[in-house]
């Protein structure tokens, strides 16, 4: 979904926006993959659900960010 909306998103911008929102892409892929790597250490002390919380974070930041991207897209598409 995330990727999906990226480009629907990259198919109705200008070049500028494109520009910004691919900045904006890679500083939040920074962002995952940085909280990607503290969240097992947050959780190193829950024991056997260690796997499933960590997994249930991972999925939590993924799915906030495609929401804000089909937001995004929808909002731009119902102006014009």
Partial sequence: EMNKYY???MGVLDKD???R??????????F?????DF???YFQDIGSYQG????????RII????LDLRRYYLVIK???
Avoid: H, M, Y
Wanted: proline share 5%.
């Fill in 78 to 80: 119902a102006g014009q």
């Fill in 63 to 66: 799915k906030a960010r495609a």
């Fill in 21 to 30: 929102l691919e900045k904006s892409q890679n500083d939040w892929t920074k």
């Fill in 39 to 41: 969240i097992p250490l």
């Fill in 7 to 9: 480009d629907l998103l």
């Fill in 52 to 59: 499933p919380t960590i997994w249930c974070d991972k999925v």
């Fill in 32 to 36: 995952r993959d940085s909280s990607f």
């Fill in 17 to 19: 926006s494109k520009k």
